[in-house]
């Protein structure tokens, strides 16, 4: 997987998925926050329990907002899921990120 195109991927689809998950002034906390993006997920398509996809996409802003880079987010998602999809990381990356940590949002 070349990971350089998939982060250019998901710069442009975090801007795409703010329309599937929580809006960005949602507190994380709310359980409503959980309820959203799990069903965001569903609607994607995405091949992962809602709870497993819950702590993925919290694990996921943990990486960014400790200074992780976009690439290294998207190994930790495909580590994790052992998706081969380029799509389904990426998407599942933008998710999380208007979900869970807007803040650490590439497009911000």
């Known amino acids: ?23 960005a002034s949602a507190d994380p906390a709310d359980a409503q926050v959980d309820k959203v993006f799990a069903k965001a997920v569903r609607d994607a398509r995405l091949q992962i329990p809602s709870s ?30 052992e998706w081969k999809s380029v799509d389904d990381i990426s998407t599942f990356g ?3 990120v208007q979900g869970y940590c807007p803040q650490a949002n590439p497009n911000r």
């Open 52 to 81: 497993e996809a819950i702590d993925l996409a919290q694990s996921t802003c943990n990486v960014l907002v400790n200074g992780g880079s976009v690439e290294a987010a998207l190994r930790h998602i495909q580590t994790a899921t």
């Open 1 to 23: 997987m070349r990971f350089g195109h998939v982060a250019a991927a998901l710069l442009i689809a975090a801007g795409t998925a703010a329309s599937l998950a929580a809006p």
């Open 94 to 96: 933008s998710l999380a």
